[in-house]
């Protein structure tokens, strides 16, 4: 059986361990690229026609037009319907805690009027048209429609559109349930970089939106990191990465599990654990022995935990925060007995699950914070999908004459300065101004 390695900070060579372990091979596979960018260009030329050949190449679907593969809003409260009574109230339960946390974060437009008349502000909207990529088939996932759509339409986004693969025709009736739930607008069964160039470019059916959102395989990310700058996307995103400092006061099993939930997601997954008592992590070594035969993704969270997790032991707790600030993992789990003296510590990390009760889990689905989070120590300079991702600022200027005359010699000044004459002009005609008459 593979476990995770073990790592102590009082090794000689434990920096460069770390380091190494912590690391992300930023090679990108050129075949994937070529592929990509054939089929972004293809899309850009035959629009409809493309889209429908590769889904049908790629999906097995056939369709005679763009539109028979729009799944009309009746169908999305169709699923909504047929879900049990648990999966139902979960999801809208889920969907509501979501809103609420949202709706804190709106951003509103602001003004202030100085002495002389002139009036400086910030006008706030949101994004026209916004593209959502949703995983389906077998890998599919309503909780990112909630995370997404959600702080979208928060943000007053008149039209979302979802476009979600459908493999040989699978419809995953939660995924279409969560659309229901959330007010997506128009949801498309496409799939792959084709349905990401069609929502940037646009085709005869699908209007061209602003930005793209949502997670995707290898081939949907590099779409959306060569559209960038045509529209916007939310972030690249890196594998999931967990990082839990215990004290040793929750039971080991629990850590364990914890673990292995972000192991789960994929081989390149990774999860880490910083404690200083040696004995706890001897602990948490056998309860991972003992559990990870039963579950259901054994391979992956093994593979996951040999190849990119540890089990770190630390001098103290102060310690293991200043490990977390460098690592800045995507989720950081604070599992001790007291938690706040080592919350006030944290400076970097994508969302920090505070006290032995708040398991990383319980984020990815219904805490209420987003669970699109900074990767790859991202979290240094980045953060959660938000509100505000969806919503634009735009400065206002409005300058008074009293105000052209207070600003227009120190614009003048500095431009004249910079060798830019027409700018210093500019400014400079608006000083001479008399009632009713031309500058000079």
């Known amino acids: 059986m593979s476990l995770p390695r073990r790592l102590s900070t009082r090794d000689e060579g434990f920096d460069a361990a770390l380091a190494a372990l912590t690391s992300h091979d930023t090679a990108r596979d050129h075949d994937i690229e070529r592929r990509v960018a054939d089929i972004l260009a293809d899309v850009h030329a035959r629009r409809d026609d493309a889209v429908l050949d590769y889904t049908r190449r790629f999906d097995g679907v056939e369709a005679a037009s763009l539109a028979q593969l729009e799944i009309p809003t009746a169908a999305l409260h169709k699923a909504l319907a047929g879900l049990s009574a648990d999966q139902r109230d979960a999801l809208e339960r889920a969907a509501a805690r979501v809103r609420a946390y949202h709706e804190r974060q709106t951003l509103v437009s602001w003004d202030y009027t100085e002495a002389d008349g002139t009036r400086l502000g910030q006008q706030v909207t949101p994004l026209d048209r916004v593209g959502l990529y949703v995983p389906g088939g077998k890998a599919a996932y309503p909780s990112s429609v909630l995370m997404n759509a959600i702080p979208a339409k928060v943000a007053g986004v008149p039209e979302l559109i979802m476009v979600v693969p459908t493999p040989r025709g699978e419809r995953n009736a939660l995924v279409l349930a969560a659309a229901a739930v959330t007010g ?257």
């Not at 940037?200 to 949502?214: H, S």
């Not at 559990?291 to 391979?299: F, N």
């Not at 770190?312 to 989720?331: G, K, Y």
């Open 184 to 440: 997506v607008d128009r949801v498309f069964a496409i799939g792959g970089a084709q349905a990401v160039a069609a929502l940037a470019y646009g085709t005869a059916t699908i209007a061209q939106v602003d930005k793209i959102v949502g997670p995707g395989n290898a081939y949907v990310a590099e779409a959306k990191r060569r559209v960038f700058g045509v529209v916007g996307i939310d972030m690249i995103a890196g594998p999931s990465e967990v990082l839990v400092i215990a004290d040793g006061s929750a039971p080991a099993e629990w850590v364990a599990m914890d673990l292995f939930a972000q192991a789960e997601h994929d081989e390149m997954a990774q999860s880490l654990l910083l404690c200083p008592d040696a004995a706890y992590i001897d602990a948490v070594a056998t309860a991972i022995a003992r559990l990870l035969p039963t579950m259901p993704r054994q391979a992956v969270i093994g593979h996951s935990l040999a190849a990119r997790g540890a089990l770190i032991h630390t001098r103290d707790l102060a310690e293991a925060c200043d490990i977390a600030n460098r690592v800045a993992p995507e989720h950081l789990e604070l599992c001790v007995a007291d938690p706040a003296p080592l919350l006030a510590r944290i400076r970097h990390a994508g969302a920090i699950f505070v006290g032995r009760y708040a398991s990383e889990s319980l984020g990815d689905y219904c805490a209420g914070p987003n669970h699109v989070l900074p990767t790859m120590r991202s979290a240094r300079f980045s953060s959660p999908l938000g509100v505000y991702d969806f919503q634009k600022r735009t400065s206002i200027i409005e300058v008074s004459g009293a105000g052209a005359r207070t600003l227009g010699p120190i614009a003048a000044t500095l431009a004249w300065g910079e060798g830019l004459a027409a700018h210093a002009r500019a400014a400079e005609l608006r000083l001479d101004e008399t009632p009713g008459g031309m500058g000079a």
